[in-house]
């Protein structure tokens, strides 16, 4: 499947790779959605609302089960990696100039943040995913 978000309609969305069964997965609630993620095989998305309040979501693929992990500290998170083998959600903040890391990410909980890197050159809005 293709999952995407859609800031111009404020969706998230999927589709089978040969576009059938198109389907709207989130619709309320959000902003300015960006960046999204998957971890397949616990079956959950995570993805960036840029928006009035800037946070950071998850639910499952199916859309169900909606939360917030983050809503404090951010501008305009961007991007967004998933180390699943460590067990860590990592974004790029455009506005803040960051690049940050939760753990316990698979378990759609945030038990602590932590800032990696800060450099005026994230402020072109580009986040390249790494693994430590």
């Given at each position: 499947n293709l999952?995407?978000?859609?800031t111009g309609?404020?969706?998230?969305?999927?589709?089978?790779?040969?576009g059938t069964s198109r389907k709207?997965?989130?619709?309320?609630?959000?902003?300015?959605?960006?960046?999204i993620v998957l971890n397949p095989v616990m079956g959950y998305m995570y993805?960036?609302?840029w928006g009035e309040s800037p946070k950071i979501e998850c639910a499952y693929l199916d859309g169900s089960e909606r939360r917030v992990l983050v809503n404090t500290s951010l501008g305009w998170p961007n991007g967004?990696?998933?180390?699943?083998?460590?067990?860590?959600?990592?974004?790029?903040?455009a506005k803040t100039d960051k690049i940050e890391v939760s753990n316990r990410a698979i378990l759609r909980y945030i038990l602590r943040k932590q800032v990696l890197f800060s450099c005026a050159a994230l402020s072109l809005g580009y986040f390249y995913p790494f693994f430590e």
């Open positions: 999952y995407w978000t859609d309609t404020d969706r998230i969305e999927v589709t089978r790779l040969n709207i997965l989130v619709s309320e609630s959000l902003d300015e959605p960006r960046a993805w960036t609302d967004l990696a998933l180390d699943i083998e460590k067990d860590k959600l990592y974004w790029g903040d």
